[in-house]
Every structure is written in structure tokens, then in C-alpha cells.
């Protein structure tokens, strides 16, 4: 059984008691305001969110953020229908708003609510369309991780309204295993049933893939640790090999491991050696003095 989010159980007791406090003031908002019932009430207050807030790129830290931004939308909206502002229904709010203290009240309470039922939407930064997509691989062993993977007229991009929407933590053990791999020009993945299983492919799939003994003690120590930690799903993604060049076919770089930091989405990435100490060449014994590897 999935451990309880300590974070999601505090918003949730949050939300419960503002549901409360509104349920509390309802009767006399409607009184005051003349609103048939809650419905039309809400409908009123709570179908602009996209018309005052820039919802797709605004990354919102808190409910008083929300408020202040939803306010100057409001404001900034009257200001642009000029003299005809008046005869809007934005007009109509914003006088009973100005008249009922008790309405205000409710509208304050109301949007705080809706910014802790949206907030995993709302309040992380949000990777950007040519961000939300990244491969790993090496050329003809190569994978995609994208955010909101769909298969389109024969190749991978990401359904990108549904981008904030995304619940895990972008770029993490949780992300993996709620969209897998892609593969590159078909339509098919490598999915995963839990976070054993990926690790499993991770270490001795794709890292054991590189040939490099050290490599494979920083997965197996990454894995070891995955599987002690207390929310294992919120662990940063090692990525390894990644193509920092993106699908290119012949692709000559890539990183021995690269992690995305999930709260501002910096890439920190690193290389253990030059790969000559720490890569695997094959064919050796067979080359003689008139034989050499291309140089790199």
C-alpha cells in the first residue's frame, strides 16, 4: 500500500476547514448578492481563472500569490473594455464586491481553496515544450522520456496542454514509471510495474550498456538507495547517457549521468572519466601494429 503524503494530508485538512468557513457565509452572500444558489454564485467568481492568470506559464508559489494575481487580471480586464466596462458583468461582481464586505470575504476564501485543490498544477515550475522531451542511449539502444507521450503520424511528442497537469514530480522515479520509455519511431514502450523492475533495466540494461565498471557501482549504489528511501517516487532521475543533442541519429556526445533538479529544472550532469579509463573496446587481441581505432 502507497504511503500517505504528509504534504497532501495537511492541503487536504486545509481545504476541509475552508470548505466549512464557506458553507458558513453562503447564505447571507446569497442574500446580499442576489444569486439564485451557489452554483450560479461560483459560476460568477470561479469560470476566469485562464482569462486573468496566464495558467499555463505563471508558476504560482501560494494562495495569496493566486489572489493577487486573479485580482489584477480582474482589474486589468475592466480597464481594457474601456467605456463599455461598465455595462459587463465583470462590472456588476466588482460593484457588489466593493458593497459587501461578506462577499469579499467568501471570494477570498473561495479562490485559496481552489489554488490547494490545483496546487501540484499550479505551484511547480514547468518544463518547456522543447525541454519536456529528452533521449538516452546510445544510437541504436536509444529511449525517450517525455512528460505526456502520445504517437503521432509516426513519431513520439508530448500532448503539451496537459503538461502542468502532470501529478509526479517531472524527472523523477515516479515519472518513469507513470509514462516509461518511449521508443523512437514505433509505437511502443518499456513500462515498468514498480520501482524494482526499473531499476532492474536501469542497471542492468541501460548503464550496464556502456561497459564501464564505475558506472555500474554508481547505479547499484543509486539503486540501493532508491529502495531505502521513505517516498522512493520523488527521487530525482539518474539519467544515463544522455544525448544532450536530443534524437539526432548519429549522435557523437552524450553524458555519463545527468539529473534534473525537480523544483527549478536544472540539469546537473557529469562525466567520471575519459572514456578510454573507463570504457569497454572490444576486438583487441586481433588488431595488429597496422591496425588502430579512428581517432575520436
Partial sequence: ??????????????????SIEIQDLLPEVLKKTKFDNVHSLNGKIGGKFDQFINIKNEVITSSDHFISLWLQGYKDDLIRRGDYAENSNLYETYKLLQKHSVFKDYLFLFLKRVYLRNYDALSKKRPTIEDAEIYIGQNNANYGILVTPRFVNGSWENDKSEIRHFKKQYWSIGH????GFVIPGKNDKMTFRDIPEYL??????????????????????????????????NIPLLIPEFRYEGIDVVHKYRLDFTIIEPNDLNKIAFELSPWSTHGLLTGVKSLTQKHSYPKV
Avoid: C, W
Fill in 200 to 233: 532492474k533495466f536501469f542497471v542492468n540494461v541501460i548503464v550496464r550498456n556502456s561497459g564501464s565498471k564505475y558506472e555500474m557501482e554508481i547505479a547499484e549504489l543509486y539503486r540501493e538507495y532508491v529502495l531505502n528511501h521513505s517516498r522512493p517516487e
Fill in 176 to 179: 518513469i514509471l507513470e509514462t
Fill in 1 to 18: 500500500m502507497a504511503k500517505r503524503d504528509p504534504e497532501v494530508t495537511a492541503r487536504n485538512r486545509v481545504i476541509t476547514q475552508l
